[in-house]
């Protein structure tokens, strides 16, 4: 890890019912290309497996991974910390849960998986690669929460997030401990009963243009209860297997 990346969303995991599908899906949507490398000890389900990974342009920011028995589909984001191990034991005392303790992943680090207060699913990374953080391929984080609740001093405690002084269209933005924008917060709850839930953002070179491709490959809007105004400027949607996610341009982003 390096100072700049404490604090910062590293990388993004999607499990998915069918990776070949999600794939197709992605690439159609957000133009991006895949690499696959052969594990010899994989972190989800051991023994050997290809671990497939999603990049923008010559930036590699994700992986796309088959939903094993001990995961739900869905993407799960993972945020920089120094110790993993001490981050995760801090986890319940802040009123969150840990899913899944500290764990290696052989070339690439050390992670964990817990809900925070509100039950979104979020990593906790020591990244032990040289990938840079993913800003060209991701924007901020959006979350979906319950109503105007955020559960901010678990992030902060934990990751040295900070809400920001500027509001972005009534939504609250979050900066990581180098002042960096990491996560806006939505205003929002989902139509039914759920979890709050972290949605990742990615770029596209253009918002319409890539909302009306993914719509024609099966995406649908996401059941949220949203002011039009906010659905329109981030708009929110499902992807074919009901898997939440976000389209922005380079202004989500800002440097």
């Known amino acids: 890890m390096t100072q700049s ?22 690439q159609h949507v957000a133009n991006w290309t895949y690499e696959v490398e052969r594990a010899s000890d994989f972190a989800w389900g051991g ?53 899944r303790e500290p764990f290696e992943v052989p070339g690439v680090g050390r992670n964990a998986l817990v809900r925070d207060p509100l039950g979104a699913l979020v990593g906790i990374a020591l990244s032990r690669h040289s990938f840079p953080v993913p800003r060209r391929q991701f924007g901020p984080e959006m979350y979906i929460g319950n109503g105007n609740d955020f559960p901010q001093a678990f992030y902060f405690e934990l990751f040295g997030w900070q809400v920001s002084p500027v509001r972005d ?3 609250a933005t979050f900066l990581g401990p180098r002042g960096r924008l990491v996560a806006i917060q939505q205003a929002a709850t989902w139509a039914t009963a759920s979890n709050a ?22 995406a649908r809007p996401a059941s949220l209860n949203v002011s039009e105004s906010v659905q329109a400027q981030i708009p929110i949607l499902c992807d074919p297997d009901g898997v939440p996610f976000a389209f922005g341009g380079e202004s989500t982003n800002p440097s």
């Open 5 to 26: 990346k404490a604090g910062q969303i590293v990388w993004h995991d999607l499990f998915t019912p069918d990776r070949a599908s999600s794939m197709a899906f992605y």
């Open 47 to 99: 023994g050997e497996q290809d671990f497939v990974l999603a990049l923008s342009g010559d930036e590699a920011g994700a992986g796309l991974i088959e939903t094993p028995p001990e995961q739900a589909s869905g993407w799960v984001a993972y945020i920089e910390v120094p110790d993993v191990d001490l981050a995760t034991k801090r986890v319940d005392t802040l009123g969150g849960k840990v899913v």
């Open 169 to 171: 269209q009534g939504c």
């Open 197 to 218: 839930s972290w949605i990742p953002c990615i770029k596209v070179a253009s918002v319409p243009d890539a909302f009306r491709a993914a719509e024609t490959k099966g």
